[in-house]
């Protein structure tokens, strides 16, 4: 047990009160964490995981982050390696276990979270280890565990493997099979031009991917977000409407790819079959393994209690704060709750701007703040 962890307590310990109740043990829980600690916030994280290490513990060995280690750390504490490093998944996690230990970030772990609901004097958390009233609450669930997977048909006909870059561990089990790899972004290419060094392997997306030049790493693709972030600010278009995190960046692994001469995509097949796919051309192709790399969704079902959930599972929100609850943030999943948000560099800016928030809402009388709260729910 880290310095950091309190025990477990009992499965049915009476509720207990806080001011900030962080739901998620990650890269956003502790980013957000050290501004609540830096700003004397009386807070508490509660972690899914039986260890510290967020999401990075279940990525796949070989994963390589596409910026240096000094693009890829959280607010204070730099990563090891500076700016010529690219850190490993085991860097990382390593790196998360001692910036939670560094910043004594108080953590009960393993803890499952199984509902919010809204009350006057607060939101009630319910667990698997007792309920919790908060006054305010910060979501940093990540994605990690809604694995998207798209749907074809005859999906559920074909005989093979299917399974999603959340499940994937490797290529020394496909040695010598035949693989599909689908989806275009850089999980996509790094999982490809690893399993195409051992098996059969074919690289489907839905358009040609964009490279990144050699020399440029995703550190460019933080200075976007950070410019469009910026753009809003002021009122002016967004500098870089199609940017995002799907350009690929050209790790070792892709670029020894593209020196093998395999580097290629082809579009979508068309439908399953019992034994592998066919093509928009009507040909056919066996195929033994599908690895889908197609991203995921936002993991909020812990928040459905609420009833603010839109259709496409999102909640609504102005920068991290929940519209139609205002005790409510959500740091980390991905654009719509700040740009690059869902990166180790680019949550700083949204962790900091949670922060601040809760530090004003907590100090407002408790009259104003209800009528803030009916307000935004009203709208």
């Known amino acids: 047990m880290s310095p950091a962890e309190t025990a477990s307590p009992p499965p049915f310990s009476p509720t207990r009160h806080v001011d900030t109740l962080v739901i998620g043990g990650g890269q956003s829980a502790l980013a957000t964490a050290y501004f609540l600690r830096r700003w004397h916030v009386s ?64 953590v009960e ?4 979270v199984t509902n919010v609901v809204a009350q006057a004097d607060g939101l ?8 919790w009233l908060a006054r305010t609450v910060i979501s940093a669930t990540g994605s990690w565990r809604s694995p998207y997977v798209p749907s074809y048909p005859g999906q559920e006909v074909f005989g093979g493997l299917q399974m999603h870059s959340a499940e994937y561990t490797g290529a020394q089990g496909l040695q010598g099979q035949r693989v599909l790899v689908v989806g275009g972004g850089n999980s996509g290419a790094q999982i490809y031009a690893e399993v195409s060094r051992v098996s059969e392997a074919t690289w489907v997306t839905l358009s040609p991917p964009s490279y990144l030049p050699d020399d440029v790493d995703g550190r460019v693709l933080f200075e976007r977000a950070t410019a469009r972030w910026q753009a809003v600010q002021h009122g ?17 692994s892709v670029l020894e790819a593209r020196s093998r001469g395999v580097l290629r995509t082809v579009r979508p097949f068309s439908r399953f079959v019992e034994d592998g796919v066919v093509w928009e051309d009507g040909t056919h192709t066996p195929v033994d393994v599908v690895v889908w790399c197609t991203g995921f969704r936002p993991s909020l079902g812990h928040l459905r209690g609420l009833g603010i959930a839109q259709a496409d599972g999102r909640i609504r929100v102005a920068g991290t704060r929940s519209v139609d609850e205002a005790r409510l943030w959500l740091v980390g ?3 719509w709750t700040g740009y690059a948000s869902a990166t180790l560099i680019g949550v ?11 530090v004003t809402h907590l100090a407002a009388p408790v009259s104003s703040t209800t009528q803030r709260r009916k307000h935004s729910t009203a709208g």
Do not use: K, N
């Open 348 to 358: 700083m800016r949204s962790a900091r701007a949670t922060a601040q928030e809760i």
């Open 236 to 252: 002016l278009p967004d500098p870089y409407p199609d940017s995002g995190l799907a350009h690929i960046v050209m790790v070792p």
């Open 43 to 106: 807070y508490q994280v509660l972690d899914d995981q039986p260890a510290a290490g967020g999401a990075w513990q279940r990525a796949w060995p070989s994963l390589q982050l596409f910026s240096p280690a000094q693009w890829s750390s959280l607010p204070g504490w730099p990563m090891r390696g500076g700016e010529t490093h690219y850190p490993s998944r085991d860097e990382v996690v390593t790196y998360l276990r001692e910036y939670e230990a560094r910043y004594e970030v108080p």
């Open 109 to 112: 772990r393993p803890v499952r």
């Open 124 to 131: 009630r958390v319910s667990t698997d280890r007792g309920d």
């Open 333 to 335: 999943y991905g654009e």
